[in-house]
């Protein structure tokens, strides 16, 4: 069955600080989707970041940037210089491949809490 | 173009009452999923609807129902409503091919009382 943990419940940064946000999930899949959703005070999930299996190119847009490695099924999640409007719950998920019940449905990690502060 | 909409935004119940959630995807979205967040449980997955099928199933019981009409727009039903359904309920859409980004509408804010 498929995973996904964060094991991080809680970050508190001063803005300006870089932070990385860790998830690593489980799967018997070879073909998978990973996802980064943020989730602000307003409660809308905002859509981040989509990685397939096959991807192992890490990407930035600008002060954000993420790490997939397969080797050790993670794929973290870095922002640079954070500010205050960072703050929010992060969410990383995994979707599976249709035959495996997976297609669209997608397996949430617990969340991770960000708080940046002046 | 316009975001997923969800209707209505808050909404308190009884126990025992049953309540109908709606959806409008992004136009052109015909993949329809729905999630539960609660503060024990987190976000977890209810339903997928696509071509007014349901194409994938979570662990919820039968008293939770779903179904899409032909224009993608989707509707849950919760029937015989427990404290325990208290929850946020978001709906997502996305295009049918698999593995796609999911675009989340604001919630629905369930109380039950």
């Known amino acids: 069955a498929q995973k996904v943990t964060q094991a991080q419940t809680e970050i508190s940064v001063v803005e300006k600080e870089d932070v990385t946000l860790d998830c690593v999930y489980e799967?018997?899949?070879?073909?998978?989707?990973l996802f980064w959703y943020k989730q602000p005070p307003s409660g809308e999930l905002v859509f981040l970041i989509r990685?397939?299996?096959?991807?192992?190119q890490n990407e930035i847009s600008g002060r954000y940037s993420w790490n997939f490695q397969k080797s050790t099924s993670s794929f973290n999640f870095t922002i640079t210089a954070s500010q205050v409007v960072d703050s929010a719950v992060y969410f990383c998920a995994l979707s599976e491949d249709l035959l495996t019940g997976g297609g669209n449905k997608l397996t949430f990690g617990t969340g991770t809490q960000l708080k940046v502060e002046l | 173009k316009a975001g997923v909409t969800q209707t209505p935004r808050y909404l308190i119940k009884t126990r025992g009452q049953q309540v109908t959630l709606s959806c409008s995807p992004i136009s052109g979205h015909r993949s329809v999923s729905w999630y539960q967040q609660t503060p024990g449980q987190g976000l977890q997955f209810l339903f997928e609807?696509?071509?007014?099928?349901?194409?994938n199933k979570g662990n919820f019981p039968g008293r939770f129902s779903g179904r899409q009409f032909s224009n993608s727009r989707s509707e849950m039903n919760v029937s015989t409503l427990e404290l325990g359904d208290s929850a946020l309920y978001l709906c997502a859409s996305s295009l049918v091919q698999v593995g796609n980004e999911q675009y989340f509408g604001p919630g629905t804010r369930l109380t039950v009382t």
């Open positions: 609807y696509f071509s007014e099928t349901q194409r």
């Open positions: 799967t018997r899949d070879t073909t998978y989707y």
């Open positions: 990685r397939n299996s096959f991807d192992e």
